[in-house]
């Protein structure tokens, strides 16, 4: 049974990565999969995270390790949906300063069109 499952939809003018369930050390290839994807083929992406009920510190270097190519290639990536554990988590880690984490889908739309 997979503790997680990732879709990732191509919407209009961004990728929108959708993931549920449970991020630790063995699904968070799936992650790392599809921001790989994401990142080779759009220039904006949204993560919603409102139903990941749990992401571990390997979930957390996934994300951790694509900020800096995605800023040298220039693509914007927002995150948005997260519930308090798992804000609580990257907030930990300081990652909502190194992130564009945004409390729902229209606000990190807003955030996109912004730019």
């Not at 959708?18 to 991020?23: F, K, N, R, T, Y």
């Not at 999969?33 to 139903?51: M, V, Y």
């Not at 992130?99 to 606000?107: G, L, R």
């Amino acid at each position: 049974m997979d503790m997680v499952k990732i879709e990732t939809i191509k919407e209009d003018g961004y990728q929108l990565i959708e993931v549920h369930g449970e991020i630790d050390a063995s699904s968070s290839i799936e992650l790392d999969d599809a921001l790989k994807n994401a990142a080779e083929s759009a220039s904006q992406i949204l993560i919603d995270l409102s139903g990941l009920e749990y992401i571990s510190s390997a979930g957390l270097g996934v994300f951790i390790s694509y900020l800096e190519e995605l800023k040298k290639n220039e693509v914007k990536l927002v995150i948005f949906g997260l519930n308090e554990k798992v804000l609580e988590v990257f907030e930990i880690l300081g990652l909502q300063h190194l992130m564009n984490i945004k409390d729902n889908k229209q606000n990190a739309l807003n955030f996109l069109n912004e730019a």
